[in-house]
Each structure stands twice: as structure tokens, then as C-alpha cells.
Nanobody, 126 residues
Framework: QVQLTESGGGLVQPGDSLRLSCAPS????????LGWFRQPPGKEREFVAA????????YYGDSVKGRFTISRDSAKNTMYLQMDSLKPEDTAVYYC???????????????????WGQGTQVTVSS
């Protein structure tokens, strides 16, 4: 089992940047897909970004493409989500997730991820 812990959320103004971190309790092997999802208030959980199995390819949700960047530091066993040019509509609880059943066609679907962090709140407001 993999436990995931997010950090880095907070209250920022529109146009600001924020970096989220996700630290697994143990190093997931290359059979796991690692990604980020978010849940805006009153809405369903939505895909933000993910690495392919093995980490060679990145995927992004349409609403964050060009503004958010997913990355990882293998030495620190940590995954990041760099969020730039933040907008009020980015306000949500952000979750990191890991899944061994995820394939390319399901990478954006939360039901295929097995492990979830507790979430970190990001609020973008002036």
C-alpha cells in the first residue's frame, strides 16, 4: 500500500504561482501512474496532470495546459505540481494519486487510481 501526503496549498491572488508537493510513503515502482486531481467546491473531481507509467510522458487537463507543470525529483521521492498564472477557477482541493491499473486511455479517470492523499486546499482570490 502507498500513502500519499500533499503539501503546499494556500491562499494566493490571481496571477500568482504556487507549488504543491506529493510525497509517497514508499517509492512506487514503474508500474504505478502518478498524477494530480482537484475538486472545486460543489463540483466533481477532475483531472489535472499525470505522468505516464515510467514517467516518460506527461498529460494535462485542458484547463491547466500551459500554466501548470508536473515534475518529480526521484532523489527526494517527491512529485510536484507547479501552478502559474493562477485563476479564481483554480480554487479547489488538490489531490495526488497513484494507480497500478491506469493505462493511457484511462489516465484522466479518477476511478482507476488506487491511492489518494488527504488533499490540500488552494484558494485563488483577490
Amino acid at each position: 500500500q502507498v500513502q500519499l501526503t500533499e503539501s503546499g496549498g494556500g491562499l494566493v491572488q490571481p496571477g500568482d504561482s504556487l507549488r504543491l508537493s506529493c510525497a509517497p510513503s514508499r517509492r512506487p515502482n514503474n508500474n504505478y501512474v502518478l498524477g494530480w486531481f482537484r475538486q472545486p467546491p460543489g463540483k466533481e473531481r477532475e483531472f489535472v496532470a499525470a505522468f505516464s507509467r515510467g514517467g516518460g510522458t506527461t498529460y494535462y487537463g485542458d484547463s491547466v495546459k500551459g500554466r501548470f507543470t508536473i515534475s518529480r525529483d526521484s532523489a527526494k521521492n517527491t512529485m510536484y505540481l507547479q501552478m502559474d498564472s493562477l485563476k479564481p477557477e483554480d480554487t479547489a482541493v488538490y489531490y495526488c494519486a497513484a494507480g497500478s491499473r491506469v493505462i493511457m486511455s484511462t489516465i484522466r479517470r479518477s476511478e482507476f487510481y488506487d491511492y489518494w492523499g488527504q488533499g490540500t486546499q488552494v484558494t485563488v482570490s483577490s
